[in-house]
């Protein structure tokens, strides 16, 4: 039975509110796909979720997630899903090559050209989103894009920085990822997701012949406007698990 204070009631919870937000967006629930943040949980927690029929799974540390996915793989009858949503240290970029189906976070021409030789060695491919600042905050990750729209210059280079990542065949663009401020009012973050829809449709224009379908953007205390903006894919973590260890 489904209770507010259990994974599988707090799940039903976030479900019905992207329903809420599709409905007011006048878009299908079909089109959003919820990524539940397991980072800092352990495997067990994991098992309940997907017991719940949660299959989609977010981490940030991924050599810390090498383990635990193979963990939830014994627990679990039906497979998960795993998606890289944290940072990832050149040094420990092979381990995001291995397990997940989408990596969130390539935030620079190094870390590509890193994880494209590494994917060359092994003759696979990988699908990305690039992360994007546009909020301007000088601690987040991703090319800064705060001023795409005023600057012709900061438009131009991550035209260049698209150019040359569509020459790597390995790896394969499959739209863009942000994170926005903490905010005390989720509708204060609504301009930084509609920046980023803004963004992704000048790209696609721009490079017709990519996939720019994916919008990852929204978590726990912001999501329904993400979805409201056009996310298809909202990372939710402590709404779902509580919170536990260090972010």
């Known amino acids: 039975?489904?209770?507010?204070?259990t994974i599988e009631g707090r799940l039903a919870a976030v479900y019905d509110e992207i329903r809420r937000a599709?409905?007011?967006?006048?878009?299908s629930p079909d089109d959003v796909t919820l990524i539940a943040v397991s980072k800092t949980h352990p495997a067990q927690v994991v098992a309940e979720a997907a017991a719940a029929g949660q299959r989609r799974f977010g981490e940030n540390r991924p050599e810390e997630a090498i383990g635990k996915m193979a963990e939830v793989a014994r627990l679990c009858d039906t497979p998960v899903e795993w998606h890289l949503i944290g940072h990832v240290q050149s040094r420990k970029a092979r381990y995001a090559t291995e397990g997940f189906a989408l990596v969130h976070s390539l935030d620079s021409l190094k870390l590509a050209g890193r994880l494209a030789r590494i994917l060359s060695e092994r003759q696979s491919q990988l699908d990305v989103l690039l992360e994007i600042n546009v909020s301007g905050e000088a601690s987040k990750e991703g090319w800064h894009m705060a001023a795409w729209r005023d600057d012709p210059a900061v438009r131009r280079a991550l035209w260049?920085?698209?150019?040359?990542l569509l020459a790597l065949p390995q790896l394969h663009i499959r739209g863009l990822m942000t994170m926005a401020p903490i905010v005390d009012e989720p509708e204060?973050?609504?301009p930084?997701?509609?920046a980023l829809r803004e963004l992704r449709d000048a790209l696609a224009e721009?490079?017709?012949?990519?996939?720019w379908s994916q919008l990852s953007m929204g978590m726990s205390d912001d999501y329904p406007v993400a979805v409201e903006e056009g996310a298809t894919l909202v990372r939710v973590g402590r709404a779902i698990f509580g919170?536990?260890?260090t972010p």
Do not use: I, L, N
């Open 1 to 5: 039975m489904e209770t507010p204070d």
């Open 22 to 27: 599709c409905a007011r967006a006048d878009r």
């Open 160 to 164: 260049d920085d698209v150019t040359a």
């Open 188 to 190: 204060q973050a609504r």
């Open 192 to 194: 930084v997701f509609t």
């Open 206 to 211: 721009e490079f017709p012949a990519t996939d």
């Open 243 to 245: 919170s536990r260890g």
